[in-house]
């Protein structure tokens, strides 16, 4: 069952989401709600916590809750978002990326799917900003049930703008949480990009990686349905659209930072981790004249054979191996070595950092399989049908 988080702003429709509650939680899926400083009046905590049974949501800077749940946490455990009604201005601050209440802090935050059901006067449904605001929102990948056409709560007024009924809502809802492709329901869990290892306040040890071969993993993941995890070090290109990006710089803060995001129901490990680290000097290193600093390096920990052997281990988990020489024989071994169950080995040799392009030879229990030069989107488009076939959804 799944865990469908409810943003209740401020509209006359309000009382309309409590229908919405009961039918889903008649379903079985769990109903956490954000109740905005607008929705409050017109819905009670009390009535929506009854329906609920689980914890309602008012005020970012309740530190209580913040220990206990928190909005980021919230925002990421949700298999999908239901904002209803949608009014003119909480659409606004959405389509502005406004994070000024717990609600719109939530809806940033989140790598679920979002459905808006919108309700408000058909005036300002058909008034160019909030046109622009919706159009904007649907080009982030928001989707829309409603509004209707029909009598408003203001007597007389007809037009566009009445919410959607709760039936027609939760029946969009099943539709999102079932449908939308073959990775649908699942958490995948990618780390990407090199990390960066610091020497001192200002200086680190690097690596070539560009995250461009996670980054499409997760981008192929998240529009095959799934909800993404994507762990990534220090990258310059843009996080795709869809996912909860984890911003991480070291090794052990990138291992932190997977094992936080667990459970999965399949992990690929994308990134070129660093092998080793330093002690960091707390202040920047100085020439003093003498003789230059020595770097003590130690080793990092193996965040893929950590994950792989550990007691959260998902059911799939996926490793690279950047190699220059023995591509597939090391693969092999590094397979077996590591405890996962896929390694995609590529030579890198050619020049693969920051190009569009990998040959990838896919190394399992059951032999090596060769792909043909693909580009990084391609790599991560066979990847991802490879894990649905595996997980039994196509
Ligand atoms: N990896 C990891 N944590 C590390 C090192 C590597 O999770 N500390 C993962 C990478 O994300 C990749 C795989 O392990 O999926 C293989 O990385 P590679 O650098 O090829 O492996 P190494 O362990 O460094 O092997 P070696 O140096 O022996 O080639």
Known sequence: MARVLLVIAGGIAAYKVLEVIRRLRERGHETPVVLTEAGARFVTPLSVGALSNAPVLQDLFDLDREREIGHIRLARSADLVVVAPA?????????????????????????????????????????????????????????????????????????????????????????????????????????????????????YIANRSSGRQGHAIAEAAAAAGARVTLVSGPVTIPAPPGVTLVKVESARQMLAAVEAALPADAAIMTAAVADWHVEAAPHKLKKTGGAPPQLVLSENPDILATVAKGAARPPIVVGFAAETEDVVARAKEKRIRKGCDIILANDV????????????????????????????REVAERLVAHLAALMGGG
Do not use: C, Q, Y
Not at 95 to 109: F, H, I, N, S, V
Not at 136 to 156: K, Q, T, W
Not at 349 to 375: C, I, K, M, Q, Y
């Open 349 to 376: 040799s050619a020049g693969v950092f920051g190009a569009a392009h990998n040959t990838v030879h896919v190394v399992t229990a059951d032999g090596v399989e060769d792909w043909p030069r693909l580009t990084k």
């Open 87 to 203: 009014t003119a201005d909480i659409l606004a601050r959405m389509a502005a990326g406004r994070a000024d209440d717990l609600a719109t802090a939530t809806l940033l935050a989140t790598g679920a799917p979002i459905l808006a059901a919108p309700a408000m006067n058909p005036h300002m449904w058909n008034h160019p900003a909030t046109r622009r605001n919706v159009d904007r929102l649907a080009e982030d990948g928001v989707h829309f049930i409603g509004p209707e056409a029909g009598e408003m709560a203001e007597r007389g007024e007809t037009g566009v703008g009445r919410m959607a009924e709760p039936a027609a809502i939760v029946e969009a809802i099943s539709r999102r949480l079932a449908g939308g492709g073959a990775l649908a329901g699942k958490h995948i869990l990618v780390t990407s990009g090199p990390t960066h290892e610091a020497i001192d306040p200002v200086r």
